[in-house]
């Protein structure tokens, strides 16, 4: 997969790119490109945000500036996919990594401060996630969970023989994971699950889908 990240702090991503599982597949399964909106801006000494029309607090990423970016880089809108980063978009989930993960290049809009001129996620942007409802000083936050959790379902990315073998989505139809417990067996008082300690594992795996039932959303 190429994964494309426009951003104004490219160097945010140098630990993720050192860690499991991006590390494990970058340059392999995974070729992540970071691209400075800055590089490319129109206006003069980098300036790549202006007051929102109407008035209001704080700065709008501009879009002729986001139109410049992908204009350098892909020579005007790309033919794949799109993703604008805004609390306004899709709430992501397992089925949209999924989804997400299938592709074959995808990229990903980050936003500084109050985020996007809406005319970025209406016609230079062909889909819109949200990794929650509130507000965070720009996109490379939400942009580093989007890698994260799409590399995880690239090949290669959790080793079987480490024991970290992705489960989430196969095991559980995709609700919430059930909880974990290990050793001791009881700790201040505190016991494991008596069906955890029984070795009966048709028991196990009900109890299992029972408890991420319980905590996923209805």
């Not at 604008?84 to 989930?93: E, K, M, N, S, V």
């Amino acid at each position: 997969m190429q994964l494309d990240v426009f951003t104004l702090i490219p160097h945010a991503f140098g630990w993720l790119t050192e860690q499991r599982p991006v590390a494990s597949v970058l340059g392999r399964n995974l070729d992540l490109r970071l691209f400075n909106y800055r590089d490319t801006t129109p206006l003069r000494a980098g300036q790549v945000d202006d007051d929102p029309y109407g008035g209001g607090a704080g700065m709008v990423l501009r879009v002729d500036v986001v139109a410049a970016a992908l204009d350098a880089v892909y020579g005007g809108v790309p033919d794949h996919r799109v993703v604008a980063l805004t609390p306004q978009g899709r709430q992501l989930d397992q089925s949209i990594v999924e989804e997400l993960a299938l592709e074959e290049r995808l990229t990903l809009l980050s936003a500084r401060f109050e985020g996007f001129d809406e005319r970025i996620v209406t016609h230079l942007a062909s889909d819109a996630i949200s990794i929650g409802p509130y507000v965070l000083s720009g996109g490379e936050l939400p942009a580093m969970v989007v890698v994260d959790a799409v590399a995880r379902r690239l090949p290669g990315a959790l080793a079987e023989e480490s024991g970290l073998v992705e489960s989430f989505s196969d095991a559980l139809d995709g609700g919430l994971e059930y909880p974990h417990y290990t050793r001791p067996a009881e700790f201040r008082g505190w016991g494991v699950p008596e069906v955890l300690l029984s070795g009966d594992h048709a028991r196990i795996g009900q109890w299992r889908r029972e408890q991420s039932l319980s905590r996923s959303p209805a």
